[in-house]
């Protein structure tokens, strides 16, 4: 069975420094990988993905992610981070096989980006 | 394009009642699920649909039924409200193989 596992709570980095948050998976077949974002008392928003290709993939508000075949690691980046980057920060794992149209989740890392 | 709506916003129940969880999509996306959100559990998936007519479980079914009887539209019932199933319920809609697009969310009180 397919599952995602977002091993920090939360995450803490002081502003312009870079952040990491970490993300693993596990798939049988060819992984399709997302993150997405959720402000308070909003629903998610999409950041990024990766389907297949480039194993670095940018998205929104300057973020980036490096999709890790042989490590089953996805993890999240920025090179400087922001105080309104503050927020709960979820990855997702979708099984490529035709047929699997599951989409599982992670628990989610609050990220908190300090002044 | 309106996206992903979802009525109501909040909603309070009293154990044993059932009501409807409203759903639905302009976008023409095949693809649509509920997930529930619980503090440290992440959004687990309750129930999807791969297009009118088909409808499948996720990880936590139990207490919920779903029907897709059009594209644009995926209601959640709770057949009989439980304590356990407070939470707030997300709607999401997507394009096979792609990025969802999620509902604003029902927060949901059972007492």
């Known amino acids: 069975a397919q599952s995602v596992a977002q091993p920090e709570d939360q995450v803490n980095v002081a502003e312009g420094n870079p952040l990491t948050v970490k993300c693993t998976y596990s798939v049988s077949g060819n992984p399709y990988l997302f993150w997405y974002v959720q402000y308070p008392n909003r629903g998610l928003q999409f950041l990024l993905k990766y389907i297949t290709g480039d194993n670095l993939v940018k998205g929104s508000y300057g973020f980036e992610a490096e999709f890790n075949k042989s490590q089953t690691s996805f993890h999240l980046k920025k090179p400087s981070a922001l105080v309104s980057d503050s927020a709960l920060y979820f990855c997702a794992v979708r099984e490529g096989s035709s047929g699997t149209y599951k989409y599982i989740f992670g628990t989610g890392t609050r990220l908190k980006v300090l002044a | 394009n309106a996206g992903v709506t979802q009525t109501p916003k909040f909603q309070v129940l009293k154990t044993g009642q059932s009501m409807t969880l409203q759903c639905a999509q302009d976008m023409n996306h095949e693809y649509m699920s509920w997930y529930r959100q619980d503090p440290g559990m992440g959004l687990r998936l309750i129930h999807y649909?791969?297009?009118?007519?088909?409808?499948d479980q996720g990880e936590v079914p139990n207490g919920y039924n779903v029907s897709r009887s059009t594209t644009e539209d995926f209601p959640l019932r709770l057949l009989s409200a439980a304590p356990s199933q407070t939470s707030v319920y997300f709607c999401?809609?997507?394009?096979?193989?792609?990025?969802?697009?999620f509902g604003p969310g029902t927060r949901l009180t059972v007492l």
């Open positions: 999401a809609s997507s394009p096979a193989y792609n990025e969802q697009f």
């Open positions: 649909s791969v297009g009118a007519g088909i409808t």
